[in-house]
């Protein structure tokens, strides 16, 4: 670590002199104001040394404290937390037994002075923050302990939240549980809402189950959003259940109203049932409701629909909902089923609105879940178009056996074409196919055409859709889905 901080300064100096090198060039012949520019160049570079060497001095410094301290003091356990086991610091084989020589470093050395520079109201060392963040894995039983601690700093508590990220701490159960607790926690909201979304991005299936428990109670509603995103993050097309159940415990009409955009019809006999209830809510419900369901194009949502309108008495909810009966009619540009069928756009490398897009270009994590007719498969080709590349994982839903990854990866798409993913053949009937994007990958419209799932028992297209997100809905993430099986489309389920 030593030797690559002062290769930073290192460089640092290196650019100094050329810049003095290149100012003399420029000075030729002259003398006076550029005399003085030269003269302040040269004091940089005395300036730059001088802070190498003392942050030599204090890696030093911090080396001799790991040899003289005893480690235990490195982190101070949070008041109610038990003492966490010590990083082992050195190699216990027979062979080290005895050995001379200097104490290995530990991370906790680290640790102790970021922790330290948040004295006095400090804003913390963002070079000891980098450290840190470098050994999170290592330093995750202090780091849970920090991120607990009521006691310590805010600002140094949420930095730390902030490192309890990426694949290694993805199911920890130790590390969730820690979120979990600040998010119980009432009165820093700040906190609680980046604990959420860190329970988003590295929970499992038992952490949506812990935050279905915990959202009710979470308190303003800007918080139970948190909490909402971060069960769609976990479930994906599969938490229109849990929100159905989260709608029918939410005493807060505008609680009511936000959790209904989050049902986006994966689970079509859920989704009914939550727009039955706001069918029969308080009127500002009933607004927001009318105004959704002409988005969900299935025989039993038009059925609802019409029957709904024979019994409402308010004019305005009339109203929208007679324009939800036009828009049952119809697929919007962009929409999820769009992607249902086989390719229809004319140019693969263009925009076209017969293909799915999210709501927003580069938002990052975006996921299109489709229906199949049920077959064996080994084969799935995704056609995409306008801005390829964006596809980062491929799910499968296989009966009696659930969701299972059949790949990951770098999406090697550079145009607009088919990207076929081969795997062994399944067991059973694949009914779904889940394609996860990471946006940010690539920038512009990463849109989808059609999907084929293959196999031993023929080869069919999508007949039903739901997403994360499709272009036209604005930059909420709040999106809807829709089973779009029609006979057009059952048809086009072939053998």
């Known amino acids: 670590m030593r030797r690559a901080a002062l290769l930073g300064f290192g460089i640092a100096i290196v650019a100094a002199v050329a810049a003095v090198s290149g100012g003399i060039a420029w000075l030729g012949h002259d003398d006076g104001a550029r005399a003085r520019e030269l003269a302040a160049l040269q004091a940089e570079i005395a300036a730059l040394r001088r802070t190498a060497s003392a942050l030599a001095e204090r890696i030093d410094a911090c080396e001799r404290a790991a ?22 610091a050195a190699d216990p084989s027979p062979a080290r037994a005895g050995a001379a020589g200097p104490a290995p470093f530990d991370p906790r050395e680290l640790l102790r002075e970021y922790v330290l520079s948040f004295a006095d109201g400090g804003a913390g060392s963002e070079f000891f923050r980098m450290a840190v963040a470098a050994y999170a894995w290592q330093l995750r039983r202090e780091l849970q302990a920090i991120v607990v601690d009521r006691e310590l700093p805010d600002a140094l508590r949420l930095q730390v939240i902030g490192m309890l990220d990426g694949g290694s701490f993805r199911g920890d159960a130790a590390t969730i549980d820690a979120l979990l607790e600040v998010a119980r926690q009432k009165g820093w909201d700040e906190g609680a809402a980046a604990a959420l979304a860190g329970l988003g991005r590295i929970g499992d299936r038992r952490t949506a189950q812990l935050l279905e428990e915990i959202a ?19 479930l994906g097309a599969d938490a229109d259940a849990t929100f159905l159940r989260l709608l029918e415990r939410e005493s807060d009409v505008d609680g009511r109203i936000a959790l209904l955009a989050y049902i986006r019809g994966g689970d079509r006999a859920a989704a009914l ?31 609802l629909t019409r029957e709904w309108l024979a019994r409402e008495v308010d004019e305005n909810v009339r109203a929208r909902l007679r324009a939800a009966l036009d828009e049952q009619k119809q697929i919007p540009a962009w929409h999820e089923t769009q992607a249902c069928g086989a390719p229809n756009v004319e140019r693969v490398d263009a925009d076209d609105g017969r293909a799915w897009a999210s709501a927003q270009p580069d938002a990052g994590r975006e996921w299109l879940e489709l ?30 056996a ?45 849109e989808i055409d059609a999907v084929e799932l293959s196999g031993p028992d023929g080869r069919g297209w999508a007949i039903g859709a739901t997403a ?26 072939t053998k």
């Open 273 to 303: 049932r939550a727009y039955e209830l706001a069918s029969r809510d308080e009127l500002p419900m009933r607004l927001e409701a009318s105004g959704r369901i002409g988005r969900f194009r299935d025989d039993d949502f038009v059925a």
């Open 67 to 88: 040899r003289e301290r005893p480690l235990s003091d490195a982190v101070r356990a949070p008041t109610g937390v038990p003492r966490v086991p010590t990083v082992a």
């Open 402 to 446: 659930g969701w299972r990854t059949v790949w990951s990866g770098e999406d090697p798409l550079s145009a607009g074409g088919p990207f076929e993913l081969r795997f062994a053949t399944t067991a059973a009937e694949v009914t779904k196919v889940r394609i996860t994007l990471d946006t940010k990958k690539k920038s512009g419209w990463s």
């Open 371 to 400: 229906s199949y007719a049920p077959l064996r498969a080994d084969r799935v080709t995704i056609h995409e178009t306008c801005t390829t590349g964006a596809v980062v994982a491929v799910e499968i839903l296989e009966a009696r």
């Open 216 to 234: 009710p109670l979470l308190h303003p509603l800007k918080l139970r959003r948190s909490a909402w995103e971060a069960l769609t993050a976990l």
């Open 468 to 493: 994360s997100s499709r272009y036209g809905e604005g930059s909420a993430r709040s999106t809807f889905g829709a089973d779009f099986e029609g006979s057009l489309l059952r048809g086009l389920s």
